[in-house]
């Protein structure tokens, strides 16, 4: 028995070495890369991590993962589809230089050329163009993913805008000012065990699929024309039953050239800022009833057409808006301008015809919202923070009917995003999304609702 135990176990840790070996070995190699000489930030997708992370998950929770789900065949189409490119053990994308800065660039091995071009044009529906000298593209429906390939690597280009990448995606397929990957750029990004990292000049963030939870955070610089106040920040407290809760303690740059456009009202943000006293919070509480007219017309019986008005009652969101400002003068702004009646203390309704839009606060205190005389905010909390944005995802789905949408919003629970000013014109983002099943990856339960 001794012996065989003894045998049983230098085979497990062979297997282990030899495991950890071929894991060491993947990570390796997938870092030996060639990016563009013009690189502007990379994102880093660590394949194995992820791997590992869903596959210990698994272990622990064999029930979930393996019961028969006979209504949605979870992962059951996936399997039967070979996508036919070689995946490594991490996958970098790139922005590149004079490239829309959304739009993010890879380059794979094919391992399979018929089951990639099937992957392709039966799988997700893209047109591919054959072209000359064994070059070939193909995009999506939409145009915003786009693929340039041969016989043996596929360029791929992943963008908000559409726009012909044609030239750039031929660079890099054919590694066209090319060069090695270096610690010197990119050490940070290079040495994260992070599920995703991004890096761009000294900015950094991590992002982790856990247990119930994503998990994000990064150093970044702080957006142009906006100006944080060092030390402690007064804020309104969160209620965390609310649907939404927001707050900002920051002041922005007076800008005479930008101007916001709603209908034909035209407001010039060098006045909300002279107006304005660094503090906005929003919150979005429930869900109220308002009774609105609607006006038709009908022929009456000596066929005059005559208006008919009749009460609509209706739900909408009960949400408020409330800025610190030199109130009176910012009110005579936005009055002069239409977009708010001072006699009636509402939105123009012409600008927001959904709801009606009331108008309060005070001497110090503008606020917005769809609820009459709602009560004054009290800045009783101070934190080092100067930006807080919290998300009950179970109060939204409850509010918040839109089949579309409301099915990939199922798994989530809660989202608390935090941010601090470090120096430096830095800012420290902290967040975390919390799902419904806190035993089970969050990637997998995300996945679920696809």
Known sequence: MKKFLKIAAVILISLLIFFIGTLTYRNYSANQITIPENTTSLVKI??????????????????????????????????????????????????????????????????????????????????????????????????????CYNEKSAAVVFSSHIA?????????????????????????????????????????????????????????????????????????????????????????????????????????????????????DMEWINTIKQTDSIITYEYNDDFEKVQKVTLQQKDVPNFLINISADALPLKNYLARQNLIHLDSAMVNKSVFPLYQVFVGGNSKQVIFSTKREPSLHQYSQKTNNFLSLNVNFKQLNRQFSLPIISRYLQSLKYLAVTAQATGDKKIALQGKLEMNNKDINALYQLLKTL
């Open 46 to 147: 660590s394949v194995d991590e992820i791997l590992k992370t869903l596959a210990l998950n698994a272990i622990s929770n064999p029930v979930h993962y393996f019961k028969s789900d006979t209504e949605k065949n979870i992962g059951r189409s996936f399997k039967r589809i070979d996508h036919g490119l070689s995946i490594p053990a991490n996958l970098y994308l790139y922005t590149i230089k004079d490239q829309p800065s959304t739009s993010f660039f890879a380059r794979f091995k094919i391992r399979n050329l018929q089951n990639f071009e099937d992957f392709l044009s039966k799988a997700v529906g893209f047109k591919i163009k054959k072209g000359s000298n064994k070059l070939n593209y193909a995009k999506s429906v939409l145009g915003n993913i786009a693929i």
């Open 164 to 280: 012909n990448f044609d030239a750039a995606l031929k660079d890099v397929l054919n590694e066209k000012d090319f060069k090695k990957m270096s610690d010197d750029e990119f050490s940070q990004l290079i040495s994260s065990n992070s599920h995703i990292a991004f890096e761009e000049n000294a900015q950094f963030g991590e992002l982790d699929f856990k247990s119930g939870e994503i998990s994000f955070n990064g150093i970044f610089n702080t957006p142009k024309g906006m100006k944080i106040k060092s030390g402690l920040n007064s804020h309104q407290p969160a209620n965390t039953n609310n649907v939404i809760n927001f707050w900002l303690t920051a002041d922005f740059e007076r800008n005479t050239k930008k101007e916001f456009k709603l209908k034909n009202v035209l407001i010039e943000q060098d006045s909300l800022v002279k107006y304005y006293q660094g503090y906005i």
